[in-house]
């Protein structure tokens, strides 16, 4: 089975409060242990954590900034006076001073904080899409290591039957009935179905390594889905209430609009470098000896006043930067379109591949059923001496390759279910309830 892995950079907007719990099951479990240890998961953990921080660094230019100072010196050396002998030179001269900074009037600090609000909502966006991702993931890494139990269950089955066959046929052929050709066709097919079983253990090896590099865990408590899945995978939505809701809610969308918020303070941010900025400054000093003039003398003074800085001519960078902020705008304006696009092929895509699957899933069904029937009527037939070796053979297989078939696609169809519901926007913890809702047959793993 290969289902190829796509991110899905999908659903609701992240919430600061902790995620709830998940109600007890062997996926919601599974789930549980991928956000603890999952390294992709725990990096876009950290990568939140950062961007929270860019509002407080932000806010900082638009409030009151604090500084004090102090230095001591000694001052050694000589004094000349044309009318009087030389002074030697030897004192201290401390200076503690206290200076505040209040802003005003600053456009840019204003626009800073604008746009590193747009930038955190953008990185909790992003985070959230991340947990999507892990859900992408953890569902596909879990699907193959059902489908790849499954195949191997399968494979020993075949190999079972095979080897029955053999015996028969080399059963017939002692007693005369058969013919050596009956025997090495069996006898090839056994080993056919030997060397699949061996493939079938190695796929289901690196399933459960693949499961394990996303959960952090080498033993899960699993379910599959049951043979009967088909009525548990109804389409609650039409195809165009799957892309409004994906508009509304899809992490992705909402984390590139964030950006083109931040990108539209930025041009204004960059342009307030035309305007003046006002600010409070107020001021204490405490000094002694501050000069020498000023020897044996204490100083205390205080002031209070207003500074006004005012852009002259800055060589045209001011205006370089609003261009060069305005393209990028333009830019991620251009994403998001493309992106909006992308998401609603994908949502037809996975719609599509449900809406299909059910018709091709219900097919696959019945020829399980029509080979089981006719696997059955051949070796009725062999036993009466109406069919041959060849035909239960040939019956075997078929019978084989539609019991894998059904699997396979009953399990891209719950993948297809959980890309969906992701790209939709629908709640992680929703979508894991969902699938352990499915998942109702106990997976009998053997550990050989």
């Not at 409060?17 to 990096?43: H, I, K, M, S, V």
């Not at 909790?124 to 290591?145: E, K, T």
């Not at 060397?195 to 253990?201: G, R």
């Not at 019945?366 to 041959?388: C, E, I, K, M, T």
Request: charged share 25%.
């Amino acid at each position: 089975m290969r289902i190829a892995p796509r991110p899905l950079a999908l659903a609701l907007a992240f919430a600061l409060t902790p995620a709830p719990a998940l109600a007890a099951g062997a996926f919601a479990a599974a789930f549980e242990a991928a956000r603890a240890n999952d390294a992709a998961y725990r990096a876009a953990r950290h990568e939140l954590e950062a961007g929270e921080e860019l509002v407080p660094i932000a806010r900082a230019g638009l409030l009151p900034m604090v500084t004090a100072s102090y230095s001591e010196s000694r001052v050694r050396g000589k004094r000349d006076f044309p009318t009087s002998p030389t002074q030697d030179l030897d004192y201290r001269n401390p200076v503690a001073s206290l200076q505040l900074r209040a802003p005003l009037f600053n456009l840019e600090a204003h626009s800073r904080h604008a746009a590193a609000q747009a930038q955190t909502e953008g990185a909790r966006a992003r985070f959230a899409a991340g947990g999507r991702d892990l859900l992408d993931r953890l569902g596909l890494a879990y699907v193959q290591r059902l489908f790849a139990e499954e195949t191997l269950a399968l494979a020993r089955v075949q190999v079972d039957a095979l080897e029955t066959q053999t015996q028969i046929a080399r059963r017939r052929q002692d007693a005369g009935e058969g013919t050596r050709t009956e025997l090495a066709d069996a006898a090839a097919s056994l080993a056919s179905a030997r060397a699949e079983l061996i493939a079938a253990e190695d796929q289901r090896a690196l399933a459960q390594r693949g499961l394990a590099r996303v959960t952090g865990e080498e033993k899960l408590a699993m379910q599959s889905l049951p043979t009967d899945a088909l009525p548990l995978l109804p389409a609650e939505r039409s195809l165009q209430e799957w892309n409004a809701l994906a508009r509304a809610n899809n992490p992705s969308l909402t984390a590139r609009a964030r950006e083109i918020d931040a990108l539209q303070h930025e041009i204004r941010r960059n342009r307030a470098g035309h305007y003046p900025r006002v600010d409070l400054v107020a001021s204490a000093l405490d000094a002694e000896n501050e000069s020498i003039s000023t020897l044996d003398q204490h100083t205390r003074q205080y002031s209070v006043g207003v500074q006004v800085n005012i852009p002259i001519y800055a060589g045209g960078g001011v205006d370089a930067s609003v261009r060069r902020a305005a393209a990028e705008l333009a830019r991620a304006q251009a994403q998001l379109d493309d992106d909006t696009e992308r998401l609603q092929l994908d949502i037809e895509r996975q719609f599509r591949t449900m809406e299909s699957g059910r018709a091709r899933l219900a097919a696959l069904d019945d020829a399980v059923a029509a080979s089981a029937l006719a696997l059955q009527g051949a070796r009725r037939g062999q036993s009466a001496g109406v069919f041959s070796s060849a035909e239960v053979l040939d019956a075997l297989r078929r019978h084989h390759s539609a019991r894998r078939d059904a699997a396979q696609a009953r399990h891209e169809l719950l993948i297809a279910r959980i890309r969906l519901q992701a790209l939709a926007g629908i709640a992680e913890e929703e979508i894991v309830a969902d699938v352990d809702r499915l998942l109702t047959a106990e997976l009998v793993a053997d550990r050989r």
